[in-house]
């Protein structure tokens, strides 16, 4: 049994989780960072007078396209920073997996930041995306590893709300950074972040299950009383056979020998396709991480300006703004209510708000209700944000046992990847396609994503028996 008192984690617990919430931080950063800084970055706006500052251009002239490759190679970089995440992680450990995303972004944002052309810039952006691929496998699995039984799927939702943090520091910082000379500083502070991560770990510990799984035992008992703060009846507890129980995916009792599942070797992504047993979870998990972003959530987070630009021209940027600060504030309430409420019932509750904005939000923009289209779209967020955001990364290390975490994350988090680059890259054509020129029928594309959003989840809702 688990000890009562271990509810919370120790002052030194909660700076762990504050050091492995980095990783989400830099990957909100960076989803944004550039949304603010693309007509200072790519000359739009250029200062004649002082062409070069510190000897470096105060702009870099780029064409719609090439800035969008530029941009892209964030989403690129993380699908192969993802698809790979669980080799790194079962070689090198949660603790040797987060070092090197903060490597790969203090590297790829001081090389943008201090780039003279398109290319450094490419590979920089490219870096910082392998990063964040990486981290935001990695980071949910840590959490869940580190943290005191009882609090494990509050302490889950804080991935999401890192990343909006993420999000909303850079949109703010472009208002005051987005000048010709000052623009690179919002690449810098990415860099100095993660450098200062970076040699800040080795005082931190590594994860107990995975010192567990490499038969480091008096390492593990060490790593758990200095989280926990648990004398001897906590360090004899294994995180590992807590989660190799399967609760949520098993329709049988816990045995024996199903306890023994957390010793087995780790899964390759091959074997895991071929498992029968890991079908279910992994099922699971892809309709969740697919669910996320065919909900439309980056569609509007990318182009919430131009969708809004015609009617609200002067106003569009502030709303834009401001749906970035609603994200924030509306991911605290899945912190207390996902242990109160539940998984199953947070999500129904975030797509059923979701599908209804998406409605009114279609219907708003084709019927010129400009009221309407700004506050459905402002709706749409906050249903976002109170499951669809972070439910997917909360069950991922619930349903999943310990030797399959890390290649069902990765395989759930490149199609997250990649489903985010398809709808980026489509969501403008398709949204035009479907209007067929009439700017009155614009509010088509989001019927379509509230079909497809409805689709992807009822599967989900089939598999997932939280």
Known sequence: MI??????????????????????????????????????????????????????????????????????????????????????????????????????????????????????????????????????????????????????????????????????????????????RQWRVVLFISSGISILQYFISPFIVESPSYLNRKGLVNQHKSAIRSLWGESDDLSRIDPEEQNSEEPLLSDSDSTPERLLTGRQSAVTIPQLLASPELRRPLLTIVFAMTSQQISGINAVLYYSNDILSKSLPELASYVSLAITIVNFFT??????????????????????????????VGYGLNSGFVTLSSIAITTFVMSFAIGLGPIPFVIIPEVAPFHAVSAISSVGLSLNWSVNFFVGLTFLPLRNFLANGDPMKEGRVFYLFAAVLFCSMFCFSRLYRG
């Open 3 to 180: 000890s009562e008192d271990a509810r919370t984690f120790t002052k030194y617990g909660w700076l762990v989780c504050l050091w492995v919430l980095t990783v989400s931080f830099q990957y909100g950063y960076h989803t944004s960072a550039l949304n603010q800084l693309q007509a200072v970055l790519t000359c739009k706006i250029a200062d004649e007078t002082t062409p070069v500052y510190y000897g470096l251009p105060t702009c870099i002239p780029m064409s719609d396209t090439t800035f969008s490759v530029v941009t892209s190679m964030f989403t690129v970089g993380g699908f192969f920073g993802s698809l790979f995440s669980n080799i790194i992680m079962d070689r090198y450990g949660r603790k040797g997996a987060s070092r090197l995303s903060a490597a790969l972004t203090a590297a790829g944002a001081a090389l943008f930041g201090l780039s003279a052309s398109v290319g450094p810039l490419i590979l920089g952006r490219f870096l910082v995306g392998l990063a964040a691929g990486l981290g935001i496998c990695l980071c949910p699995i840590y959490l869940s590893e580190i943290a005191p039984p009882r609090i494990k799927g509050n302490l889950g939702v804080l991935t999401q709300l890192a990343i909006v943090i993420g999000i909303m520091v850079t949109q703010g910082m472009g208002f005051g950074l987005a000048t010709p």
């Open 331 to 360: 991911t605290f309430p899945p912190i207390f209510l996902i242990e109160r409420v539940g998984r199953r019932q947070l999500i129904q509750l975030s797509v059923a708000g979701a599908l209804l904005s998406h409605l009114a």
